[in-house]
């Protein structure tokens, strides 16, 4: 059931988990978010889960939005999948920025070139290249001529 304002909006829900082993862990977000966020694509979030805040965003699915939940969001949230949670959630308009750690900056200086490389990806993605912080993948690229 929805409690609050339209810019904090308060609800349960269950953690659903799909894929390999359940390796993908989401809420499906009960509400219509073109109605209460104006938006039909991502929407950035700010969200307490059990307690644990976090910043992710809302991505539409097969007809609704859901938002991903990370192992590291279910250990500081202290639940598993097949729990219900108690959500907490806001539109998150406050710039989503990265920073460079200091040793990669000198190497880009070094390099201008190598610094445009990364421009395609997502802020997210930027940052776990740079600092390491998840499992990478080599993306899909076209060869540099």
Same mark, same amino acid.
């Given at each position: ?78 639940? $598993? ?6 959500? %907490?959630? *806001? !539109?998150?308009? +406050? &710039?989503? $920025? ?6 990669? %900056?000198? *190497? !880009?200086?070094? +390099? &201008? ?33």
């Amino acid at each position: 059931m929805l409690r609050g304002k339209p810019n904090r909006l308060k609800f349960e829900a269950e953690l659903l988990s799909r894929g390999p082993g359940g390796a993908w862990t989401y809420i499906e977000y009960p509400f219509s978010a073109q109605e209460v966020f104006g938006r039909k694509g991502q929407v950035p979030v700010r969200v307490i889960l059990n307690g644990f805040a976090f910043r992710n965003s809302l991505m539409p699915r097969a007809g609704v939005h859901i938002l991903g939940v990370g192992k590291d969001v279910l250990a500081g949230a202290a639940a $598993t999948p097949g729990d219900t949670v108690h959500v %907490e959630l *806001a !539109l998150d308009d +406050a &710039p989503r $920025t990265v920073t460079v750690p200091a040793d990669l %900056e000198t *190497a !880009l200086r070094r +390099a &201008p070139a190598a610094a445009n490389l990364s421009q395609p990806f997502r802020i997210r993605t930027r940052r776990n290249m740079w600092t390491g912080s998840r499992a990478r993948r080599s993306p899909k690229r076209a060869p540099i001529a």
